[in-house]
């Protein structure tokens, strides 16, 4: 089936270094991948998120590339600040029948140490 | 905050127990849809709902049951659950847009769940 893999799984950087999640997908008709950060006690929070006719979106300090043939996307934090510590987790959209379906990668814990 | 609100916040139930969890939007989003999510863990989606009709089951036990009454509301009614149910059990919504049947892609915006324990 369907299967989104992440890494890596734990990544601690300094206050101000940047930070890179990688993610890649088996679907190839898959077209929107979303990222989330969960805070703990909270739900997922959106960030960011691209389709498969962009190759890169930018907002602020967060970027997302897109490599369609490779079938990887990787999010992009500069200057991470203490309150990006969180769980980071991607996703993609199945493609079979657009039900607005996500298979969701395992998870990226970020610890940004001031 | 959210514009996703789910209640209560925090579940404890017996097995024999019959209980329900809310979620409401008040975004004008026609998708709505319940997640599983253990801990450290993503989450499992459980059911989707499109324009108040289910569209999309998992393969969820029917202990599991879930109720859409109107857009803005989202149920999900629990009945002779298991140690194992436990969980936080997320409800998102989305911009639904039927399109030949199916659901153009929106992005799904979280609550912050609601964080059951089956004893």
């Known amino acids: 089936g369907e299967n989104v893999e992440q890494h890596p799984s734990t990544l601690s950087v300094q206050e101000g270094d940047s930070a890179v999640i990688k993610c890649t997908y088996s679907d190839s008709a898959s077209n929107y991948f979303p990222w989330y950060k969960q805070e703990l006690g909270k739900g997922p929070q959106l960030i960011i998120d691209i389709r498969s006719n962009v190759g890169e979106k930018k907002d602020q300090r967060i970027a997302v590339t897109l490599n369609k043939t490779a079938k990887h996307f990787s999010l992009h934090i500069t200057e991470t600040q203490p309150e990006d510590s969180a769980v980071y987790f991607c996703?993609?959209?199945?493609?079979?029948?657009?039900?607005?379906?996500?298979?969701f990668g395992q998870g990226t814990t970020l610890q940004v140490k001031p | 905050d959210t514009e996703v609100t789910q209640t209560p916040k925090h579940l404890v139930m017996g097995m024999t127990n019959k209980k329900s969890l809310k979620c409401e939007q008040h975004?004008?989003?026609?998708?709505m849809y319940w997640y599983k999510q253990k801990a450290k863990k993503p989450p499992e989606l459980m059911f989707v709902?499109?324009?108040?009709?289910?569209?999309i089951n998992e393969s969820v036990p029917s202990r599991f049951s879930p109720e859409c009454p109107n857009s803005s509301l989202l149920n999900l009614h629990l009945h002779a659950l298991q140690p194992e149910d436990s969980a936080l059990y997320l409800c998102?919504?989305?911009?639904?847009?039927?399109?030949?049947?199916?659901?153009?892609?929106?992005?799904?915006?979280f609550g912050d769940g609601t964080r059951l324990s089956i004893l």
């Open positions: 709902y499109s324009y108040e009709k289910l569209s």
């Open positions: 975004m004008g989003h026609r998708a």
């Open positions: 996703a993609a959209s199945t493609g079979s029948s657009n039900t607005g379906k996500l298979i």
């Open positions: 998102a919504s989305s911009p639904g847009l039927l399109l030949t049947g199916a659901l153009q892609i929106k992005p799904q915006h």
